[in-house]
């Protein structure tokens, strides 16, 4: 199975995060590898999927038994056989390991870099047939630093003996403790390393709410003519009318999606490639393959699934380091649509959550206040100044005190039962006598006609930015119904404030009594 496949089958991603898929390949090639990546920044993934595309067994060795046996569980619920050999086993687990072991059908064995002291534990290694060494936390074998695990310093003697490809993580970055690392695990020989950050400085971030997507698009396209460019959307069918209204105003533009036959998709990979100034409309299935450096830019028509795939995403403009730009377009429809794929989908209900999770991430930098990058390198472990080269560095957003609204619209959902959508929601606070308002005796609730300083628009705009910020959920069970979430109880109650962007709302309406 190739590395992309056993990323979604097994692991249950849909794109690598940032470094990861550079070092996956070093590691599945057999390099020596060592790689820097700030602490929840997805190393383990990094020798898990190797271990899975080579042969033998991969020898984990990490210092803290609790994240050992946290991981063998999450291999073992994907279907993969993994073991440890802690001091926390009870007898049938280590007896469980050993068999595996002898029987060849374990993938990875975890261990505490104290076993190797065990007597008889080289020997068993040495005839396990491991393919591979993998060492957690390895500035664990710096002398000087607060870690030092002396035992870790056996790992480049097993190394010799097995005579086989270590790959070494850490998420300390100092010089001192790399040329420890590389001296004590590979005998000083350098191994491929890991250490470029995730920033990506030349592209350009932005965000823009969806108000007449198309005409955005050709608007983006236009000031770009003659660039390269891709533009993702998020049906089939839109890659084909997108296309061709690019074609129309003269663009050179053309479609691509998992729809098609292979060898029309090759033409197109093959057009791209050829081609300067080639625009490529297209779903997520346009990318995996695609190495080529001078991408100008990418648009997102859609909104994508998750904050990952947003960054593998708007990743294939600038590989050459010129400037390149990037455009997101995204509307409270997305965000229904991306929720519904994620309760609708056969994940388990921890992946599902996982999922969420990632959707709101995306979410949150969509909605962000300050700096787009800060947002978005901090969601991957990663500190960074305010960049210079995003739309919100470029022009602040505004913001205003979004406590009242909110807690108006909270409290329309809440009166209503939590069983109306958005639009009803807004026709209560407008106080609008419609149908529907009638006939369920909304004019009678107290919140009727209460948020009559802010217009329609305005309206719609803070209902997205309450799902955006994730207080309100579309209830797949109550058709798209809208729900309060926990993260929205504190507002409620009066015991947390929020702020909303203004730049978005766009004043409609005359001198509202509540200034925004
Ligand atoms: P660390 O680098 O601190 O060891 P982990 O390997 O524990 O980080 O990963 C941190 C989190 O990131 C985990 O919850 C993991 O499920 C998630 N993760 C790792 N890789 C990806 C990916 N490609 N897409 C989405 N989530 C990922
Ligand atoms: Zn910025």
Not at 286 to 295: A, N, Q, R, V
Not at 481 to 493: D, F, N, Q, W
Request: proline fraction near 5%; charged fraction near 25%; aromatic fraction near 6%.
């Amino acid at each position: 199975m190739s590395a992309a496949t056993l990323l979604r089958d097994v692991f249950g991603f849909d794109a690598f995060r940032p470094g990861q898929q550079d070092i996956v390949q070093a590691v599945v090639d057999g390099q020596n590898t060592l790689a820097i990546m700030p602490t929840g920044g997805g190393k383990s993934l990094c020798f898990q999927l190797p271990a899975l595309v080579r042969d033998g067994v991969t020898v984990v060795i990490s210092p803290l038994i609790a994240l050992m046996r946290d991981q063998v569980r999450g291999l073992r619920e994907a279907g993969v056989e993994a073991g440890a050999l802690t001091s926390g086993n009870t007898p049938e687990e280590t007896d469980a390991v050993w068999e595996a072991l002898e029987a060849g059908t374990l993938k990875l064995l975890y261990m505490a870099p104290e076993r190797l002291a065990a007597g008889g534990t080289m020997n068993m290694l040495r005839r396990a047939g491991i393919g591979l060494i993998a060492v957690d936390e390895a500035h664990c074998v710096s002398q000087w630093g607060h870690d030092f695990r002396p035992d870790y310093l056996r790992i480049g003697e097993l190394r010799r003996t097995l005579n086989v490809p270590l790959a070494a993580f850490t998420a300390t970055a100092d010089t001192e403790t790399q040329v420890e690392i590389v001296e004590k695990l590979f005998d000083g020989a350098q191994p491929a390393t890991f250490l470029r950050g995730f920033d990506r400085p030349n592209i350009h971030l932005a965000f823009a709410v969806k108000d007449g997507p198309r005409a955005q698009i050709l608007n983006f396209a236009a000031a770009r003519k003659g660039q390269s460019g891709i533009v993702y959307t998020g049906t089939r069918a839109k890659t084909e009318t997108l296309s061709k209204a690019l074609n129309d105003v003269g663009h050179s533009a053309c479609f691509y999606h998992g729809g098609m036959e292979a060898e029309d998709r090759r033409i197109v990979e093959r057009r791209f490639q050829q081609e300067d100034g080639l625009i490529v409309c297209a779903t997520v299935a346009f990318g995996m393959g695609i190495d080529k450096p001078d991408i100008r830019w990418v648009a997102h028509a859609d909104l994508p699934k998750s904050i990952e795939a947003y960054y593998q995403e708007i990743g294939r403009a600038g590989r050459d380091g010129d400037p390149a730009e990037t455009l997101t377009l995204f509307g409270p429809d997305d965000i229904r649509y991306r929720r519904q794929q994620v309760d609708e989908g056969l994940a388990p209900p921890e992946r599902r959550a996982a999922d969420h999770g990632r959707l709101n991430a995306l979410l949150g930098l969509a909605e962000a206040l300050h700096c787009r990058r800060q947002t978005l390198l901090g969601y991957f472990g990663e500190e960074a100044a305010p960049c210079g080269n995003c739309d919100l560095c470029d022009k602040p957003a505004e913001v205003f005190d979004g406590t009242t609204p909110v807690r108006m619209a909270l409290s329309a959902a809440l009166r209503t039962e939590e069983w109306f959508g958005s639009g009803h929601l807004i026709d209560i606070l407008l106080g609008n006598t419609t149908d529907k308002i009638q006939q369920c005796g909304h004019d009678s609730l107290p919140t009727y006609g209460v948020g009559k300083d802010y217009d329609k628009r305005q309206w719609q705009a803070i209902f997205r930015q309450m799902m955006g910020h994730d207080l309100l959920r579309p209830d797949r069970d109550r058709h798209g119904a809208l729900r309060m979430t926990e993260k929205a109880r504190p507002i409620l109650r009066g015991e947390a404030t929020i702020e909303l962007r203004r730049d978005t709302i766009k004043a409609a309406k005359a001198g509202p009594k509540v200034r925004m």
